[in-house]
């Protein structure tokens, strides 16, 4: 009978279950400074050119002090910079402008010299090229209109609701809550007022999933159920002094703007608001391309909303 030898493997194997072990507590770590690093560069890098904006302003032939042209204010989505100056813009900038209306296209995003990102963006400084540009004497100061595109009309609700100079508001898919920035390296809000951060929507990591996966709809859903942050990042659209234009599709791909248009409707209605207000809601509609498609029928509702301000009353 043989003696049974020591197995000389045991080492080897121990040294190399050891050195599986250290790969995995260094993974693991390497993924948790992944996962917190937008909180990281939330927390400790600062933002640049805060308040800054660029902008564009066109004002129709016919525009003088004499017959000064009311104001209609551009906001852009989530692509940022200006697309509305650009050339394969130029017919829709003149529809606008042979109906009479001076433009003012303003970036706020994603331009030289204004913020790279749409993070934190502070509302002042789109409140200040307003009232810069109503100081042009070729400009009608008390009739001002925004019109605002996706996050733009998130952005349009949230200046109206400050400014009860803004008579009109044509929202397209927008959205009825202030959600969290877009961008990967933010953990915050999308705008800033008066330099503190607005209270949002966040992405969580199970509506980050899908976000990532391109189910932008799914991925805005899921963070929606946040009820309790929901509740503190809805707009108060009832404190505007404006008439409204919603403008959704019931097939948006990005987020459910029908569904908060008309809760927002409904908002409103509950308020008992003064001011006309109507959704434009476009069976199959998507998310793209529906503020060209149906140019016409908002520059009806721009021009039926002139100076004074239609109030339910009247």
Not at 97 to 126: H, K, N, T
Not at 133 to 160: I, Q, W, Y
Not at 161 to 176: C, F, K, N, P
């Amino acid at each position: 009978m043989f003696a049974k030898l020591p197995n000389a493997s045991n080492k080897p194997n121990s040294a190399k279950i050891n050195k599986i072990n250290r790969l995995a507590i260094l993974l693991l770590t390497l993924l948790l400074l992944c996962s917190q690093l937008p909180l990281l560069i939330t927390t400790f890098v600062p933002l640049s050119n805060q308040g800054k904006v660029q902008s564009q302003l066109y004002v129709p032939a016919t525009a003088s002090a004499a017959r000064p042209a009311p104001l209609l204010v551009i906001l852009g989505g989530s692509e940022g910079g200006m697309g509305m100056t650009s050339a394969r813009r130029a017919a829709d900038r003149q529809a606008y402008l042979d109906a009479g209306f001076a433009l003012l296209v303003v970036g706020y995003f994603g331009l030289p010299g204004i913020p790279s990102g749409l993070d934190r963006i502070e509302l002042s400084g789109v409140l200040d090229v307003i009232e810069i540009t109503r100081s042009n004497p070729a400009v009608d100061a008390e009739n001002l209109s925004v019109l605002g595109v996706s996050k733009g009309a998130e952005l349009a609700f949230l200046l109206a609701s400050r400014l009860a100079q803004i008579s009109t508001v044509v929202a397209v898919v927008g959205s009825e809550v202030v959600f969290g920035s877009p961008e990967w390296y933010s953990t915050s809000s999308s705008w800033s007022w008066q330099g503190h951060s607005m209270p949002f929507v966040p992405f969580s990591w199970r509506s980050a999933i899908p976000l990532m996966q391109g189910n932008f709809r799914q991925g805005h859903e899921i963070a929606m159920q946040n009820q309790q942050a929901y509740q503190q990042a809805l707009i108060p659209v009832q404190q505007m002094q404006a008439n409204v234009l919603f403008v959704s599709g019931t097939a948006d791909e990005l987020w459910p703007s029908s569904e908060m248009s008309d809760r927002m409707m409904e908002r409103l209605q509950q308020h008992q608001y003064q001011y006309r207000y109507q959704h434009l809601k476009i069976a199959n509609g998507g998310h793209g391309g529906l503020v060209r498609e149906y140019q016409p029928q908002i520059i009806e509702f721009l021009r039926q909303s002139q100076i004074p301000a239609v109030r339910l009353t009247d």
